[in-house]
T-cell receptor, first 113, second 113 residues
Framework: DSGVTQTPKHLITATGQRVTLRCSPR?????VYWYQQSLDQGLQFLIQ???????AKGNILERFSAQQFPDLHSELNLSSLELGDSALYFC????????????FGPGTRLTVL | EDQVTQSPEALRLQEGESSSLNCSYT??????LFWYRQDPGKGPEFLFT???AGEEKEKERLKATLTKKESFLHITAPKPEDSATYLC??????????????FGPGTRLSVLP
């Protein structure tokens, strides 16, 4: 158990809908990262927050957004969902914003029908 | 563009048969190279961080090494419980977005009893 929690575990929704994924980092960690993992794309970095501020941005679509709250939990919002958004979404956390190993949560499996 | 490749794609070993996994990378500015282990349907589990060429890290039957262009994960006398997908990732400098995290496609290791 990494100490990172993610909810929900599974999410099934329809195209065009909007969903919110939630992540709580390990105690003491200030950075949160979001990743998308699909069979054909592997693990893709989406975005990083450090102590409430956006720190780095990867291949995140404009339909997706994230934020980190004062209690350091983070939410990833996915809107106008398409079939291709079906994937495992992982959250990870690390102690600081740079030069730290990341600890991953169990993931949220999103299915868009 | 930051890139990470891994070989072989899949590897089957007999219990006790040592081998090595390769990770080759091309990045604009390497801040760190990470090895993770991932079991099916679960989040990646952190194994090692390497920061500079010549560095080595060991943990039980695993040893990771780093050169300027690649990293190796050596597995000595593997056991069936070592069966998993091993992911290599780099943390790279990014002019536009601060930093980037790029994962390789992984090597799927099966250790047969």
């Amino acid at each position: 158990d990494s100490g990172v929690t993610q909810t929900p575990k599974h999410l099934i929704t329809a195209t065009g809908q909007r969903v919110t994924l939630r992540c709580s980092p390990r105690s003491g960690d200030l950075s949160v990262y979001w990743y998308q993992q699909s069979l054909d794309q592997g693990l893709q970095f989406l975005i990083q927050y450090y102590n409430g501020e956006e720190r780095a941005k990867g291949n995140i679509l404009e339909r997706f957004s994230a934020q980190q709250f004062p209690d350091l939990h983070s939410e990833l919002n996915l809107s106008s969902l398409e079939l291709g958004d079906s994937a495992l979404y992982f959250c990870a956390s690390s102690l600081s914003g740079s030069y730290n190993e990341q600890f991953f949560g169990p993931g949220t499996r999103l299915t868009v029908l | 563009e930051d890139q990470v490749t891994q070989s072989p794609e899949a590897l089957r070993l007999q219990e006790g048969e040592s081998s090595s996994l390769n990770c080759s990378y091309t990045v604009s500015g390497l801040r760190g190279l990470f090895w993770y282990r991932q079991d099916p349907g679960k989040g990646p589990e952190f194994l090692f961080t390497l920061y500079s060429a010549g560095e080595e890290k060991e943990k039980e039957r695993l040893k990771a090494t780093l050169t300027k262009k690649e990293s190796f994960l050596h597995i000595t006398a593997p056991k069936p419980e070592d069966s998993a997908t091993y992911l290599c990732a780099v943390q790279a400098e990014n002019r536009n977005y601060g930093q980037n995290f790029v994962f390789g496609p992984g090597t799927r290791l099966s250790v047969l009893p």
